[in-house]
């Protein structure tokens, strides 16, 4: 039988899944209020699996769960979630992936991504970061490309020269300039890789539309041109790079919105038999969120959310899947799997909030 939006059956998986998701989320939430994550070999994360504390995950946790904030038990993880992001901050208010206590933190400069997501998720957790905005936004402005897209590494660049906000935080990433070196020397990344996912996720962080213009027409070629997984180093997803542009949609941005019909009309196409998009809970959770912010009554969804519900462990997680690579040849894997399971979660409780179809 086919679900449907009005199937009680699965409003009742749904409704269940989520009160059992959540309370997973919760019980592995470390006392510092951090998502462990790890790193891998493979993309089911199950081969030489290694603990790589970041705060990329948290961040990630806390933007799934914000839908859900009326939920005590979503309250308390957002906010503890929030503490632990607020105490990895950089002075200037940007961040590193690593945290403060993994032995390479000092190796890595700050990123755009990864401060563009924390930036995010404390805004959304209704933790705004005032009183460093004007420095975190001065370096990221300058951090730019001749073209205007931003580069994925926070360093000096020739447009910081008349930032004055942004010199206390550029110092101190280049304090140690021969470490600095090291780190691109001795590892595959370059200063001056440009990433997908990273730029419409500054874009979902800055809300100035009229300065990025030149980023969001990137994007949108690059989405046209089907070349997604090119445009990105790390996530190497068409998935994740909609999942990134529906954030902006959602968040009031129109830059995206001439892509409305060719994203779903993609989707639409790309699901499997069982319902799943790849066959794994991570990118049928991302797929899922795009149709049921820009389709919402699109036949996909009630094979999808029941996927989700049918893949969902005892413990009331998802199985962990990795959402970004070290690099083209995917030598090592990151992910989480509290992430994974924030993703279904924001999924599944989209399902529940939305009205079922006219007949």
């Not at 933007?63 to 904030?69: E, P, Q």
């Not at 993609?266 to 795009?290: F, I, M, P």
């Amino acid at each position: 039988m086919i679900a449907t939006d009005t199937d009680p059956t699965l409003q009742s998986r749904a409704k269940i899944a989520v009160d059992l998701g959540l309370r997973n989320v919760a019980a592995q939430q470390l006392a510092s209020g951090e998502f462990l994550s790890y790193w891998a070999t493979d993309v089911d994360m199950r081969e030489d699996l290694t603990p790589d504390a970041s705060v990329f995950a948290t961040a990630q946790v806390i933007s799934s769960l914000v839908g859900m904030k009326k939920k005590k038990l979503a309250q308390k993880i957002i906010a503890r979630g929030a503490d632990f992001l607020e105490a990895q901050a950089m002075p200037s208010g940007i961040w590193r992936f690593w945290t403060k206590e993994h032995p390479g933190y000092l190796n890595m400069p700050p990123d755009v991504d990864d401060t563009s997501c924390v930036r995010y998720a404390l805004q959304e957790a209704g933790r705004p970061q005032t009183a460093t905005e004007q420095a975190a936004r001065s370096i990221l402005m300058g951090n730019r490309a001749p073209d205007g897209r931003f580069y994925t590494w926070m360093i000096r660049r020739p447009r910081h020269r008349f930032r004055f906000a942004a010199r206390e935080g550029l110092a101190l990433i280049h304090r140690d300039p021969e470490r600095l070196e090291s780190y691109f020397n001795s590892t595959q990344v370059r200063e001056d890789e440009i990433d997908a996912v990273a730029n419409a996720n500054a874009l979902l962080w800055l809300q100035a539309p009229w300065r990025t213009r030149s980023i969001a027409r990137w994007i949108r070629r690059v989405v046209r041109e089907g070349t997604e997984e090119e445009a990105d180093r790390y996530y190497q997803s068409s998935y994740a790079l909609y999942y990134a542009i529906v954030r902006c949609s959602a968040s009031g941005l129109r830059d995206f919105e001439g892509l409305r019909g060719l994203i779903v009309q993609r989707l639409e196409a790309w699901q499997l038999g069982d319902g799943s998009y790849g066959s794994n809970s991570l990118e049928t959770a991302l797929a899922t969120k795009v149709l049921s912010h820009w389709a919402p009554q699109s036949g996909c969804l009630p094979r999808a959310f029941g996927y989700l519900c049918g893949q969902q462990l005892e413990d009331g997680a998802w199985p962990n899947r990795a959402f970004y690579y070290a690099g083209r040849i995917r030598f090592r894997t990151w992910g989480c799997p509290q992430m994974v399971t924030a993703f279904c979660l924001e999924a599944l409780s989209d399902y529940l909030k939305r009205k079922p179809a006219n007949p």
